[in-house]
């Protein structure tokens, strides 16, 4: 059965600093690895990592892949307090797997970013 | 960005009465899927399609059925509601390479 493990669960800073979330997985025939942030609606998708694409780069957010290691990190420098949301990690599977097409979620980190 | 739409957002209904979520995307997709999110927890998917007619159930039991008929259209049925079915219920789609694209959502209460 597929597996993600998002630590830590809930993180508190203040503006200006720089957090990193952690993914780590197992899965089978991996195919890639989602980021989303999730306010108080639906998850808004942040980067996709395939191994042909173990780094992306947006703006103050910024995430790697790991393949060795099975983990990802999502980096957010200076934070705001607009950055405050619950960050969700996910992993698809290759075709032919059982899993083929879907998404695993882990339980999310929850950032909170004070004035 | 994918346009994918869900009706109604906010729904609150006596218990044993039957409801339809209904999601539509315009972006062509095969692939849809439902998820279910209790507040501040995790989502789980509940039924997924990889085509038209094509419906499997997620990793999460779940009491409600769902349809394919066509491309666009994937609505989410539960025949006799409950107080353990209020949840957020989540519709999502993707193209082939594209990722995940949720819908709105739509909360559920039953009373």
């Known amino acids: 059965e597929d597996k993600v493990v998002q630590s830590p669960l809930s993180l508190v800073v203040h503006e200006g600093d720089t957090v990193t979330l952690n993914c780590s997985y197992e899965?089978?025939?991996?195919?890639?690895l989602l980021w989303y942030k999730q306010e108080k609606k639906a998850p808004t998708f942040l980067f996709m990592l395939?191994?042909?694409?173990i780094e992306k780069k947006s703006g103050r957010l910024s995430s790697i892949l790991d393949k060795k290691e099975l983990f990802s990190i999502l980096n957010i420098t200076a934070t705001q307090t607009g950055d405050s949301a619950v960050y969700l990690c996910a992993v698809e599977a290759r075709a032919g797997g059982t899993s083929y097409g879907k998404l695993t979620f882990g339980q999310g980190t929850i950032l909170t970013v004070h004035p | 960005e994918a346009d994918i739409y869900q009706t109604p957002r906010y729904l609150v209904i006596g218990t044993g009465k039957k409801i339809t979520l209904e999601c539509s995307q315009t972006?062509?997709?095969?692939?849809m899927y439902w998820y279910q999110q209790d507040p501040g927890m995790e989502l789980h998917l509940i039924h997924y399609s990889y085509g038209v007619n094509s419906t499997e159930k997620g990793d999460l039991s779940s009491e409600s059925t769902v349809s394919r008929i066509r491309t666009e259209h994937f609505p989410l049925t539960l025949e006799s509601a409950r107080p353990s079915h209020t949840s957020q219920y989540l519709c999502a789609s993707r193209g082939v390479v594209s990722p995940l694209h949720f819908g709105n959502g739509t909360r559920l209460t039953v009373t």
């Open positions: 899965v089978t025939n991996f195919r890639s």
């Open positions: 395939t191994s042909s694409g």
């Open positions: 972006m062509g997709h095969d692939k």
